[in-house]
């Protein structure tokens, strides 16, 4: 089975990786699908163009327009060598969306 393909918005810093995680930087690409890390949660991307631009402005991150394949996971957490630290789904901005795997598409907007 095809797995679906949706598009979003992923805000990295300028060397395109996470910028909310501190440990063991998943790094994004337009050549490769970035993957989460083994025993982590999924990634994060935003749905609407005004939430990551304002998450962006807030961090000092960079907008790019990706696609992303949606997760089945309800929660965002990561890896921290000593378990995981998480955030319930109903903190995160209702623009965010959950993926397994997700590719940046052209240049930051």
């Given at each position: ?55 962006a ?31 319930a ?21």
């Open positions: 089975m095809k797995p679906i393909i949706k598009k979003g918005y992923k805000v990295v810093n300028i060397s395109k990786q996470s910028l909310c995680q501190r440990v063991d930087w998943v790094q994004y690409s337009d050549e490769e699908w970035a993957k989460r890390k083994k025993d982590c949660g999924p990634l994060a991307v935003f749905a609407y163009k005004s939430a990551a631009i304002d998450f402005d807030f961090l000092g991150g960079y907008v790019y327009v990706c696609e992303y394949t949606p997760s089945k996971d309800k929660d965002l957490w990561h890896c921290t060598g000593k378990g995981t630290h998480g955030l789904g109903s903190f995160l901005s209702a623009s965010t969306r959950l993926a397994d795997s997700v590719r940046l598409i052209g240049k930051a907007l």
